[in-house]
Protein backbone atom coordinates (compact mmCIF):
# COMPACT_ATOMS: atom_id res chain seq x y z
CA UNK A 1 0.00 0.00 0.00
CA UNK A 2 1.21 3.32 -1.22
CA UNK A 3 1.39 6.02 1.86
CA UNK A 4 -0.58 9.50 1.77
CA UNK A 5 1.66 12.14 1.00
CA UNK A 6 1.04 15.73 2.80
CA UNK A 7 3.01 18.71 1.07
CA UNK A 8 3.82 21.81 3.16
CA UNK A 9 4.25 24.66 0.93
CA UNK A 10 4.38 28.68 1.88
CA UNK A 11 6.04 31.32 1.12
CA UNK A 12 9.79 31.92 2.28
CA UNK A 13 10.31 32.04 5.99
CA UNK A 14 7.20 31.64 7.14
CA UNK A 15 7.82 28.22 9.57
CA UNK A 16 7.19 25.54 7.85
CA UNK A 17 10.90 23.82 8.14
CA UNK A 18 9.92 24.20 12.12
CA UNK A 19 6.64 22.48 11.45
CA UNK A 20 7.93 19.88 9.14
CA UNK A 21 10.34 19.33 11.97
CA UNK A 22 8.23 19.00 14.69
CA UNK A 23 6.22 16.36 12.87
CA UNK A 24 8.48 14.35 11.99
CA UNK A 25 10.13 14.11 15.60
CA UNK A 26 13.48 15.36 14.53
CA UNK A 27 15.49 17.98 12.92
CA UNK A 28 15.52 17.46 9.28
CA UNK A 29 15.02 20.73 7.64
CA UNK A 30 17.61 23.41 7.85
CA UNK A 31 15.92 25.89 9.99
CA UNK A 32 17.31 29.18 10.12
CA UNK A 33 15.95 33.23 9.70
CA UNK A 34 17.17 33.67 6.15
CA UNK A 35 14.24 33.51 3.69
CA UNK A 36 14.82 30.88 1.19
CA UNK A 37 17.54 28.90 3.17
CA UNK A 38 15.29 25.73 2.32
CA UNK A 39 16.21 25.55 -0.85
CA UNK A 40 15.42 21.73 -2.03
CA UNK A 41 12.42 19.73 -0.33
CA UNK A 42 13.12 17.14 2.28
CA UNK A 43 11.00 14.22 2.37
CA UNK A 44 10.39 12.09 5.78
CA UNK A 45 7.99 9.77 7.00
CA UNK A 46 6.02 10.54 10.22
CA UNK A 47 2.70 8.38 11.88
CA UNK A 48 -0.43 9.93 13.20
CA UNK A 49 -3.57 7.65 14.50
CA UNK A 50 -1.88 4.24 12.78
CA UNK A 51 -1.59 5.79 9.57
CA UNK A 52 2.35 6.51 8.25
CA UNK A 53 2.49 9.07 5.52
CA UNK A 54 4.99 10.80 3.44
CA UNK A 55 5.50 14.49 4.71
CA UNK A 56 7.50 17.12 1.94
CA UNK A 57 8.92 20.04 2.92
CA UNK A 58 9.47 22.54 0.39
CA UNK A 59 11.27 26.09 -0.67
CA UNK A 60 8.86 28.70 0.02
CA UNK A 61 6.54 29.81 -2.84
CA UNK A 62 7.23 33.80 -4.38
CA UNK A 63 4.86 33.83 -7.34
CA UNK A 64 6.02 35.18 -10.19
CA UNK A 65 9.50 36.36 -8.74
CA UNK A 66 12.18 36.91 -11.29
CA UNK A 67 14.32 35.37 -8.41
CA UNK A 68 16.15 32.52 -9.72
CA UNK A 69 16.47 31.04 -6.58
CA UNK A 70 12.83 31.59 -5.39
CA UNK A 71 11.37 30.28 -8.85
CA UNK A 72 12.94 27.46 -8.52
CA UNK A 73 11.61 26.60 -5.09
CA UNK A 74 8.04 27.93 -6.53
CA UNK A 75 8.72 25.00 -9.23
CA UNK A 76 9.78 22.55 -6.83
CA UNK A 77 6.60 23.47 -4.42
CA UNK A 78 4.10 22.91 -8.02
CA UNK A 79 5.49 19.05 -8.29
CA UNK A 80 4.87 18.37 -4.27
CA UNK A 81 1.65 19.92 -4.62
CA UNK A 82 1.05 18.01 -7.70
CA UNK A 83 2.01 14.48 -5.63
CA UNK A 84 0.55 15.05 -3.25
CA UNK A 85 -2.54 14.05 -1.24
CA UNK A 86 -3.34 16.59 1.22
CA UNK A 87 -1.71 20.15 1.22
CA UNK A 88 -0.73 22.09 4.21
CA UNK A 89 -0.59 25.89 3.47
CA UNK A 90 1.24 27.98 6.31
CA UNK A 91 1.31 32.01 6.08
CA UNK A 92 2.66 34.28 8.53
CA UNK A 93 0.99 35.85 11.58
CA UNK A 94 3.24 38.59 11.85
CA UNK A 95 3.16 39.66 8.48
CA UNK A 96 -0.19 39.52 7.70
CA UNK A 97 -2.30 38.58 4.68
CA UNK A 98 -0.46 39.54 1.54
CA UNK A 99 -0.60 39.62 -2.25
CA UNK A 100 1.85 36.77 -2.29
CA UNK A 101 -0.33 34.76 -0.33
CA UNK A 102 -3.34 35.42 -2.30
CA UNK A 103 -1.24 34.12 -5.71
CA UNK A 104 -0.49 31.36 -3.81
CA UNK A 105 -3.94 29.92 -2.59
CA UNK A 106 -5.15 31.15 -5.96
CA UNK A 107 -2.54 28.33 -7.42
CA UNK A 108 -3.72 26.20 -4.51
CA UNK A 109 -7.42 25.80 -4.91
CA UNK A 110 -6.67 25.18 -8.84
CA UNK A 111 -5.13 21.46 -7.58
CA UNK A 112 -8.48 20.35 -6.41
CA UNK A 113 -6.66 18.68 -3.40
CA UNK A 114 -7.77 19.54 0.20
CA UNK A 115 -5.76 22.51 1.59
CA UNK A 116 -5.32 22.77 5.20
CA UNK A 117 -4.88 26.73 6.01
CA UNK A 118 -2.33 27.09 8.86
CA UNK A 119 -1.33 30.94 10.47
CA UNK A 120 1.26 30.36 12.12
CA UNK A 121 3.53 32.41 14.87
CA UNK A 122 0.21 32.84 16.82
CA UNK A 123 2.42 32.22 20.12
CA UNK A 124 -0.14 33.79 22.48
CA UNK A 125 -3.89 32.82 23.02
CA UNK A 126 -4.83 36.21 21.63
CA UNK A 127 -5.77 36.49 17.65
CA UNK A 128 -4.34 39.39 16.32
CA UNK A 129 -6.53 41.82 14.49
CA UNK A 130 -5.83 41.15 11.10
CA UNK A 131 -6.12 37.20 11.36
CA UNK A 132 -9.49 37.04 9.83
CA UNK A 133 -8.10 38.94 7.00
CA UNK A 134 -6.72 35.50 5.90
CA UNK A 135 -10.53 33.94 5.53
CA UNK A 136 -10.19 36.24 2.18
CA UNK A 137 -8.37 33.53 0.88
CA UNK A 138 -11.12 30.88 0.49
CA UNK A 139 -9.72 27.85 1.80
CA UNK A 140 -11.75 27.47 4.59
CA UNK A 141 -11.21 28.27 8.17
CA UNK A 142 -7.73 29.62 9.11
CA UNK A 143 -6.00 27.63 12.16
CA UNK A 144 -3.78 29.52 14.21
CA UNK A 145 -1.02 27.51 15.09
CA UNK A 146 2.86 27.99 17.08
CA UNK A 147 5.10 26.12 15.06
CA UNK A 148 7.77 26.06 17.53
CA UNK A 149 5.20 25.78 20.56
CA UNK A 150 3.48 23.06 18.80
CA UNK A 151 -0.13 24.82 19.10
CA UNK A 152 -3.18 22.91 17.64
CA UNK A 153 -0.91 20.21 16.24
CA UNK A 154 -3.01 17.07 17.31
CA UNK A 155 -5.99 19.23 15.39
CA UNK A 156 -4.01 19.36 12.18
CA UNK A 157 -2.67 15.88 11.72
CA UNK A 158 -6.07 15.14 12.64
CA UNK A 159 -7.30 17.08 9.56
CA UNK A 160 -4.64 15.12 7.62
CA UNK A 161 -5.61 11.44 8.33
CA UNK A 162 -9.69 12.39 7.55
CA UNK A 163 -8.66 13.14 4.45
CA UNK A 164 -6.09 10.37 3.29
CA UNK A 165 -7.31 8.20 0.91
CA UNK A 166 -9.37 4.93 2.09
CA UNK A 167 -6.47 2.36 2.97
CA UNK A 168 -9.07 -0.42 2.09
CA UNK A 169 -9.64 0.98 -0.86
CA UNK A 170 -5.63 1.01 -1.55
CA UNK A 171 -4.99 -2.47 -0.33
CA UNK A 172 -7.80 -4.12 -3.41
CA UNK A 173 -5.91 -2.75 -6.14
CA UNK A 174 -4.67 -5.80 -8.08
CA UNK A 175 -2.16 -4.77 -10.31
CA UNK A 176 1.51 -5.51 -8.97
CA UNK A 177 3.53 -1.84 -9.69
CA UNK A 178 6.95 -1.83 -10.73
CA UNK A 179 8.98 1.34 -10.11
CA UNK A 180 12.21 1.10 -12.40
CA UNK A 181 14.70 3.09 -10.85
CA UNK A 182 18.82 3.99 -11.22
CA UNK A 183 21.21 6.47 -12.84
CA UNK A 184 20.59 8.57 -15.77
CA UNK A 185 20.94 6.76 -18.72
CA UNK A 186 21.57 3.14 -17.50
CA UNK A 187 18.63 2.30 -19.93
CA UNK A 188 14.87 2.51 -17.92
CA UNK A 189 12.95 3.97 -20.57
CA UNK A 190 14.96 1.27 -23.16
CA UNK A 191 14.02 -1.51 -20.71
CA UNK A 192 10.43 -0.27 -20.36
CA UNK A 193 9.76 0.12 -24.09
CA UNK A 194 11.21 -3.20 -24.67
CA UNK A 195 8.87 -5.04 -22.23
CA UNK A 196 5.78 -3.10 -23.48
CA UNK A 197 6.94 -3.85 -27.25
CA UNK A 198 5.96 -0.08 -28.20
CA UNK A 199 7.58 3.21 -27.76
CA UNK A 200 5.34 4.71 -24.72
CA UNK A 201 8.05 6.37 -23.39
CA UNK A 202 10.44 8.64 -24.81
CA UNK A 203 14.08 7.09 -25.59
CA UNK A 204 17.21 9.50 -25.92
CA UNK A 205 20.80 9.78 -24.84
CA UNK A 206 20.33 13.06 -23.24
CA UNK A 207 20.76 12.62 -19.52
CA UNK A 208 17.44 13.42 -17.60
CA UNK A 209 14.82 13.32 -20.67
CA UNK A 210 12.62 11.23 -18.74
CA UNK A 211 11.48 14.27 -15.91
CA UNK A 212 8.35 12.79 -14.67
CA UNK A 213 7.29 9.73 -13.22
CA UNK A 214 5.80 7.64 -16.00
CA UNK A 215 2.93 4.95 -15.33
CA UNK A 216 2.26 2.36 -17.80
CA UNK A 217 -0.17 -0.63 -16.86
CA UNK A 218 0.21 -3.67 -19.12
CA UNK A 219 -0.98 -7.35 -18.69
CA UNK A 220 1.02 -10.85 -19.48
CA UNK A 221 -1.64 -13.33 -18.81
CA UNK A 222 -4.03 -13.17 -16.11
CA UNK A 223 -0.88 -10.91 -14.56
CA UNK A 224 -1.73 -7.07 -14.11
CA UNK A 225 1.22 -5.01 -14.13
CA UNK A 226 2.05 -1.23 -13.51
CA UNK A 227 5.45 -0.02 -14.79
CA UNK A 228 6.61 3.04 -13.01
CA UNK A 229 9.25 5.36 -14.68
CA UNK A 230 11.14 7.92 -13.04
CA UNK A 231 14.02 10.47 -13.95
CA UNK A 232 17.32 9.35 -13.18
CA UNK A 233 18.66 10.21 -9.76
CA UNK A 234 21.76 12.37 -9.92
CA UNK A 235 24.55 13.33 -7.67
CA UNK A 236 23.86 16.84 -6.33
CA UNK A 237 26.94 17.51 -7.47
CA UNK A 238 26.19 16.65 -11.20
CA UNK A 239 22.71 19.08 -10.94
CA UNK A 240 22.94 21.84 -13.49
CA UNK A 241 19.67 22.37 -14.79
CA UNK A 242 16.92 23.50 -12.17
CA UNK A 243 14.34 20.75 -13.25
CA UNK A 244 16.90 17.91 -12.26
CA UNK A 245 16.81 18.37 -8.69
CA UNK A 246 13.26 17.62 -8.56
CA UNK A 247 13.44 13.90 -9.64
CA UNK A 248 14.67 12.63 -6.11
CA UNK A 249 11.33 13.62 -4.34
CA UNK A 250 9.67 12.06 -7.62
CA UNK A 251 11.62 9.00 -7.48
CA UNK A 252 10.93 8.64 -4.00
CA UNK A 253 7.21 8.70 -4.37
CA UNK A 254 7.73 6.34 -6.96
CA UNK A 255 9.73 3.81 -5.27
CA UNK A 256 6.69 4.56 -2.28
CA UNK A 257 3.79 3.35 -4.52
CA UNK A 258 5.69 0.65 -6.13
CA UNK A 259 5.57 -3.14 -4.90
CA UNK A 260 8.89 -4.38 -6.58
CA UNK A 261 12.07 -2.14 -7.54
CA UNK A 262 13.92 -2.85 -10.80
CA UNK A 263 17.38 -1.08 -9.78
CA UNK A 264 18.88 -0.76 -13.14
CA UNK A 265 23.10 -1.01 -13.06
CA UNK A 266 25.00 0.39 -16.12
CA UNK A 267 27.43 -3.22 -16.79
CA UNK A 268 29.80 -1.24 -18.00
CA UNK A 269 30.25 0.82 -15.11
CA UNK A 270 29.45 -1.76 -12.04
CA UNK A 271 28.11 -0.55 -9.22
CA UNK A 272 28.62 3.27 -8.15
CA UNK A 273 27.94 5.15 -4.59
CA UNK A 274 24.94 6.60 -6.58
CA UNK A 275 23.52 3.40 -7.43
CA UNK A 276 24.09 2.27 -3.47
CA UNK A 277 22.45 5.76 -2.62
CA UNK A 278 19.59 4.46 -5.08
CA UNK A 279 19.48 0.82 -3.79
CA UNK A 280 19.20 2.45 -0.37
CA UNK A 281 16.33 4.32 -0.76
CA UNK A 282 13.75 1.37 -2.20
CA UNK A 283 15.82 -1.36 0.74
CA UNK A 284 14.88 1.64 3.45
CA UNK A 285 11.09 1.96 2.01
CA UNK A 286 10.85 -1.79 2.53
CA UNK A 287 10.21 -2.54 -1.03
CA UNK A 288 11.11 -5.62 -3.27
CA UNK A 289 13.96 -5.31 -5.05
CA UNK A 290 15.67 -6.60 -7.70
CA UNK A 291 18.80 -5.73 -9.51
CA UNK A 292 18.59 -5.43 -13.49
CA UNK A 293 22.12 -5.39 -14.84
CA UNK A 294 21.63 -3.39 -17.82
CA UNK A 295 24.03 -3.35 -21.45
CA UNK A 296 25.08 -7.02 -20.72
CA UNK A 297 25.93 -7.58 -24.18
CA UNK A 298 28.77 -4.71 -24.58
CA UNK A 299 30.78 -6.75 -21.70
CA UNK A 300 33.33 -9.38 -23.04
CA UNK A 301 33.00 -12.35 -21.03
CA UNK A 302 34.50 -15.45 -20.08
CA UNK A 303 33.44 -18.71 -18.51
CA UNK A 304 33.33 -16.61 -15.00
CA UNK A 305 32.45 -12.92 -15.55
CA UNK A 306 29.12 -13.24 -14.40
CA UNK A 307 29.79 -14.82 -11.47
CA UNK A 308 32.85 -12.16 -10.52
CA UNK A 309 30.37 -9.72 -11.19
CA UNK A 310 27.87 -10.92 -9.37
CA UNK A 311 30.11 -11.43 -6.13
CA UNK A 312 31.44 -7.85 -6.64
CA UNK A 313 27.39 -6.77 -7.00
CA UNK A 314 27.26 -8.64 -3.80
CA UNK A 315 30.08 -6.83 -1.88
CA UNK A 316 28.85 -3.35 -2.83
CA UNK A 317 25.31 -4.20 -1.79
CA UNK A 318 25.69 -6.31 1.43
CA UNK A 319 22.70 -4.83 2.84
CA UNK A 320 20.50 -5.88 0.79
CA UNK A 321 21.63 -9.64 0.18
CA UNK A 322 17.94 -10.85 -0.59
CA UNK A 323 17.87 -9.30 -3.93
CA UNK A 324 18.14 -11.27 -6.99
CA UNK A 325 19.91 -10.15 -10.23
CA UNK A 326 19.42 -10.42 -13.66
CA UNK A 327 22.03 -9.29 -16.72
CA UNK A 328 19.77 -8.18 -19.49
CA UNK A 329 20.21 -6.36 -22.47
CA UNK A 330 17.47 -4.11 -23.19
CA UNK A 331 18.63 -2.88 -26.55
CA UNK A 332 18.57 -6.81 -27.70
CA UNK A 333 16.27 -7.91 -25.59
CA UNK A 334 18.17 -10.77 -23.64
CA UNK A 335 16.51 -12.30 -20.77
CA UNK A 336 13.98 -9.43 -20.37
CA UNK A 337 11.44 -12.25 -20.11
CA UNK A 338 13.26 -13.03 -16.48
CA UNK A 339 12.70 -9.66 -15.39
CA UNK A 340 8.87 -9.97 -14.93
CA UNK A 341 8.94 -13.57 -14.05
CA UNK A 342 11.38 -12.19 -11.05
CA UNK A 343 8.80 -9.11 -10.18
CA UNK A 344 6.23 -11.78 -9.98
CA UNK A 345 7.61 -14.09 -7.54
CA UNK A 346 9.02 -11.16 -5.42
CA UNK A 347 5.76 -9.57 -4.99
CA UNK A 348 4.11 -13.15 -4.21
CA UNK A 349 6.96 -13.63 -1.32
CA UNK A 350 6.60 -9.91 0.05
CA UNK A 351 3.00 -11.01 0.10
CA UNK A 352 3.81 -14.04 1.94
CA UNK A 353 2.33 -15.08 5.07
CA UNK A 354 3.85 -17.93 7.41
CA UNK A 355 1.54 -19.90 9.74
CA UNK A 356 2.45 -18.62 13.88
CA UNK A 357 3.00 -22.39 14.79
CA UNK A 358 5.28 -23.24 11.38
CA UNK A 359 7.29 -20.47 12.58
CA UNK A 360 7.64 -20.84 16.37
CA UNK A 361 8.48 -24.19 15.60
CA UNK A 362 11.44 -22.83 13.55
CA UNK A 363 12.63 -20.36 16.31
CA UNK A 364 12.56 -23.45 18.67
CA UNK A 365 15.15 -25.56 16.92
CA UNK A 366 17.14 -22.23 15.60
CA UNK A 367 17.55 -21.57 19.59
CA UNK A 368 18.26 -25.31 19.73
CA UNK A 369 21.38 -25.47 17.52
CA UNK A 370 22.43 -21.45 18.12
CA UNK A 371 21.85 -20.90 22.03
CA UNK A 372 20.30 -17.44 22.23
CA UNK A 373 23.28 -14.68 23.79
CA UNK A 374 23.60 -13.29 27.37
CA UNK A 375 25.13 -10.89 29.60
CA UNK A 376 26.11 -11.30 33.00
CA UNK A 377 24.31 -14.74 33.89
CA UNK A 378 20.71 -13.72 32.51
CA UNK A 379 19.80 -15.12 28.84
CA UNK A 380 17.86 -13.88 26.28
CA UNK A 381 14.27 -15.56 26.07
CA UNK A 382 11.95 -15.91 23.03
CA UNK A 383 8.40 -16.64 24.49
CA UNK A 384 6.63 -15.97 20.81
CA UNK A 385 6.73 -15.05 17.40
CA UNK A 386 4.29 -14.23 15.10
CA UNK A 387 4.02 -12.56 11.70
CA UNK A 388 2.02 -8.85 12.03
CA UNK A 389 2.40 -7.97 8.59
CA UNK A 390 3.15 -8.11 5.19
CA UNK A 391 4.59 -6.26 2.67
CA UNK A 392 7.27 -6.02 3.50
CA UNK A 393 7.06 -8.93 6.26
CA UNK A 394 7.32 -7.92 9.79
CA UNK A 395 7.93 -9.80 12.61
CA UNK A 396 6.93 -9.94 16.64
CA UNK A 397 9.40 -11.32 19.17
CA UNK A 398 8.04 -11.50 22.38
CA UNK A 399 10.95 -11.62 24.72
CA UNK A 400 12.63 -11.45 28.22
CA UNK A 401 14.78 -7.97 27.76
CA UNK A 402 15.21 -5.99 24.24
CA UNK A 403 18.96 -4.90 25.16
CA UNK A 404 20.49 -8.85 25.20
CA UNK A 405 18.90 -9.33 21.13
CA UNK A 406 22.15 -8.48 19.56
CA UNK A 407 21.87 -7.35 16.29
CA UNK A 408 24.23 -10.51 15.01
CA UNK A 409 21.56 -12.75 16.81
CA UNK A 410 18.79 -11.10 15.08
CA UNK A 411 20.27 -11.59 11.70
CA UNK A 412 20.54 -15.24 12.92
CA UNK A 413 17.20 -15.69 13.36
CA UNK A 414 16.34 -13.73 10.25
CA UNK A 415 18.69 -15.84 8.00
CA UNK A 416 17.12 -18.88 9.40
CA UNK A 417 13.38 -17.74 8.81
CA UNK A 418 14.74 -17.13 4.74
CA UNK A 419 16.32 -20.37 4.62
CA UNK A 420 13.65 -22.06 5.29
CA UNK A 421 10.66 -19.68 3.61
CA UNK A 422 12.21 -18.01 1.37
CA UNK A 423 11.64 -14.49 0.88
CA UNK A 424 13.47 -13.73 -2.34
CA UNK A 425 13.84 -10.32 -3.15
CA UNK A 426 12.25 -8.52 -0.22
CA UNK A 427 13.64 -7.32 3.04
CA UNK A 428 11.98 -9.12 6.27
CA UNK A 429 11.69 -6.89 9.58
CA UNK A 430 11.63 -7.36 13.27
CA UNK A 431 10.22 -6.18 16.11
CA UNK A 432 11.05 -6.83 19.62
CA UNK A 433 8.60 -6.45 22.68
CA UNK A 434 9.83 -7.16 26.06
CA UNK A 435 6.40 -9.38 28.13
CA UNK A 436 4.12 -7.21 28.93
CA UNK A 437 4.51 -4.24 26.54
CA UNK A 438 1.65 -3.38 24.53
CA UNK A 439 1.54 -3.88 20.86
CA UNK A 440 1.97 -0.16 20.01
CA UNK A 441 4.79 -0.10 23.14
Same mark, same amino acid.
Given at each position: ???????????????????????????????????????????????????????????????????????????????????? @???????????????????????????????????????????????????????????????????????????????????????????????????????????????????????????? +?????????????? @????????????????????????????????????????????? +???? +?????????????????????????????????????????????????????????????????????????????????????????????????????????? &?????????????????????????????????????? &??????????????????????????
Amino acid at each position: MSKPMVAVVGRPNVGKSTFFNKIVGRRVSIVEDTPGVTRDRIYAEAEWRGRTFGLIDTGGIEPDTKDVILSQMREQAEIAMDMA @DVIVFMVDGKDGLTTSDREVATMLMRTGKKVILLVNKIDTPKLPDDFYDFYELGLGEPIPVSAANMLNFGDILDMMVENFPSAELEEEEESIKIAVIGKPNVGKSSLINALLGENRVIVSDIAG +TTRDSIDTPFEQGE @DKFVLIDTAGLRRKNKINEDIEKFSVIRAIAAIERSDVCLLMLDA +TEGV +TEQDKKIAGLAHEAGKGIIVVVNKWDLIEKDTNTMRDFRKQMEKELVFMAYAPSVFISAKTGQRLQNVIDLAKVVAEKRAMRIPTGQLNSLIIDAVMMNPTPSDKG &KHLKIYYVTQVGVKPPLFSFQINKRDLMHFSYARYLEN &KIRSSFGFEGTSIKFVFREKGEKENG
